[in-house]
């Protein structure tokens, strides 16, 4: 019946695992890439086995009516899935199938997805199956990268802390201190990206000066800039104001800010952070002096009037231009003009500010003019 159905036969080459099972749970078809993944003694075939028999579960092996009645099946996630099915019902859960049908143990993480099929009165379930193996063992990877490299790092920050000594030993204990700053700032950067693209990032909102945070961050930069020629500074136009926000959160998106800035400048320019309750007119390169002739590309925004959500801006402003093909992707994913496996920092910005924030991220730029980017957030009303 099954092979005659076209709507089981469109599947045959489809490249994710699908398989049927009857209502004994014996696997009645499977397409090409099904019959791939199952590790099956060469020249046989499957049909009328149990998932866990076509994949050479140890434990299917071991029990006394073969799948499905070993003690370690009542917690097997396919045992549930196909019970789900069975039952009518659309289930998906992830299964780890120990096998050695090569003679040699294997752990295979896999995410089952099935429902329930009807064709001429039979009910069967269908399966697709997908091999999570190299994701699951990615996160294990980076879970522990994250932990034990930050936990050096942290020790090394503190280390570093408690160290003093003349003039010029000073200042070198002072850049390897900021050196252990930015390598903790960067993994935590990065931890806290891969939370929010997983959507399991955290948001714990704390009242924030936006003075302290920008001088903070400018003071995070001063070393990392030792030798560059770039200055970085306070924009005059800053107003100070206190917002409730994730500080940890908002720092990040401030660092790839300044970071952004620091790297689309050369040796003579300036780059200012700015922040306020008003938007300032963007008056273009800051020059050596921080004020340049140039007409504004992007009008000021007046302060909000009654039954208008106040807002709180950070800017960033650096003397170079976005070329216009690039504008159009300044956000996109792991997309950089300063080569392969950058494009996460603005994305990053974005990403942190708009989902976890309630912020939005915009910028401007003008040749000859400069850059501006900016984050707005929303202000509690007193």
């Not at 859960?93 to 009165?121: C, H, N, Q």
């Not at 994250?146 to 090394?156: E, M």
């Amino acid at each position: 019946m099954l092979l005659q159905a076209p709507s089981v036969l469109v599947l045959e080459d489809f490249p994710t695992p699908v398989a049927f099972v009857n209502e004994a749970r014996q696997l009645v078809w499977a397409n090409r890439a099904a019959l791939e993944l199952f590790e099956l003694p060469a020249g046989s075939e499957p049909w009328g086995l149990r998932v866990g028999e076509a994949f050479a579960c140890v434990h299917a092996r071991g029990a006394p009516d073969g799948c499905g009645t070993a003690a370690h099946c009542a917690i097997c996630g396919a045992a549930h899935g196909l019970a789900h099915a069975l039952h009518g019902e659309l289930h998906e859960e992830d299964y780890l199938v120990v096998r050695d049908g090569t003679g040699k143990a294997e752990s295979l993480d896999l995410s089952i997805w099935s429902k329930p099929f009807s064709l001429s009165d039979e009910r069967f379930a269908v399966l697709t199956i997908r091999d999570i193996s190299a994701i699951r063992r990615r996160d294990t990877l980076e879970r522990v990268f994250y932990h034990d490299i930050l936990n050096t790092a942290h020790g090394l920050r503190g280390l570093l802390s408690t160290l003093s000594g003349g003039d010029g030993e000073g200042r070198r204990v002072e850049l390897a201190r900021s050196a252990a700053e930015h390598l903790v700032e960067e993994i935590e950067s990065q931890r806290a990206m891969q939370a929010a693209e997983d959507r399991s990032l955290t948001v714990e909102p704390v009242p924030v000066e936006a003075d302290g945070l920008v001088r903070s961050m400018i003071e995070f930069f001063r070393f990392p800039l030792e030798g560059k020629g770039i200055a970085l500074e306070v924009d005059p136009a800053s107003a100070p104001f206190v917002l409730l926000v994730d500080r940890s959160l908002l720092r990040r998106v401030l660092a790839n800010m300044v970071k952004n800035a620091i790297e689309a400048s050369t040796r003579g320019d300036r780059v200012l952070v700015g922040y306020g309750t008003r938007l300032p007119p963007f008056d273009g390169d800051p020059g050596s002096d921080g004020i340049a002739g140039a007409a504004p590309v992007a009008p000021s925004r007046p302060v909000p009037g009654p039954g208008q959500d106040p807002s709180g801006f950070f800017w960033t402003i650096n003397r170079a231009a976005i070329e216009g093909a690039a504008r159009e992707r300044v956000f996109e994913r792991a997309f950089s003009t300063k080569g392969k496996g950058r494009g996460f920092g603005t994305y990053g910005m974005r990403l942190i500010a708009e989902r976890y924030l309630g912020g939005r991220v915009s910028f401007a730029t003008e040749e000859g003019t400069g850059t501006r980017f900016t984050v707005e957030l929303p202000l509690l009303r007193a």
